[in-house]
């Protein structure tokens, strides 16, 4: 079953620029993780946030957790245009067992 | 090191015809996941293994689909009969422990 939910589903910015991907998701949760895929590619593990934290730093990826509001953000600072992706959140919810649940993710594209 | 290895990149079969698709993870992981992504569904959660294992199938669309791990190094997911609704791409991921999934490259189904 789905439960994160990614806005907005498309992004459109140029090279240099603040890239922001929210995600919602509905129940309580373990962890949350962001995930890249290029086009025709797997998905590539971006960073992890557990419930306990609040914000992440890796590279020029910044990530924040708000439990109460049941949301995360990814922000991607400088984007290059290699950053053009699908970038998806994924919660592992409490008491279900282990299993990654995915939203549809938002299409980034960075333009030169 | 090779990553999680899937045979199939693409594979054109008819209605009613049995497709097998195979994975190969990361050695020393202990979970192994089976994803199937679409436009319109996203990415779906099929079944999951611990330890060779089965855990949850609850994902499994229905009877048509069986998924098995015969040993660490290996796991198999049939369709049969196959239906044009299953065309999709499969993915498989590992994992150690209970954090980020390593995915492969997909298979991408086409059922016609």
């Known amino acids: 079953s789905q439960q994160g939910e990614e806005d907005p589903q498309a992004l459109s910015i140029q090279e240099g620029e603040n890239a922001t991907m929210n995600c919602s998701y509905k129940t309580s949760i373990n962890n949350l993780q962001w995930y890249r895929q290029n086009s025709g590619r797997g998905l590539v593990h971006l960073i992890l946030?557990?419930?306990?934290?609040r914000e992440k730093h890796s590279g020029r990826l910044r990530v924040t957790l708000d439990t109460s509001k049941k949301s995360s953000s990814l922000l991607i600072t400088a984007s290059r245009a290699a950053d053009t992706a699908s970038y998806f959140c994924a919660t592992e919810e409490r008491d279900s067992g282990y299993a990654l649940n995915f939203g549809k993710g938002t299409s980034l594209l960075v333009t030169p | 090191d090779a990553g999680v290895i899937q045979s199939t990149r693409h594979e054109v079969t008819e209605m009613g015809q049995e497709v097998t698709l195979r994975c190969k993870p990361i050695?020393?992981?202990?979970?192994l996941f089976w994803y199937r992504q679409t436009m319109m569904r996203g990415l779906e959660l099929l079944i999951y293994?611990?330890?060779?294992?089965?855990?949850?199938d609850s994902g499994m669309p229905e009877d048509r689909f069986s998924a098995k791990m015969p040993n660490a190094s290996f796991s198999t997911l049939k369709i049969q009969p196959s239906e044009p609704r299953d065309s999709a791409v499969y993915f498989c991921a590992s994992s150690l422990g209970r954090g980020e999934l390593f995915f492969g490259e997909g298979s991408r189904l086409t059922v016609l």
């Open positions: 050695s020393g992981h202990d979970y």
């Open positions: 293994f611990n330890n060779n294992v089965p855990i949850d």
């Open positions: 946030i557990r419930s306990n934290e």
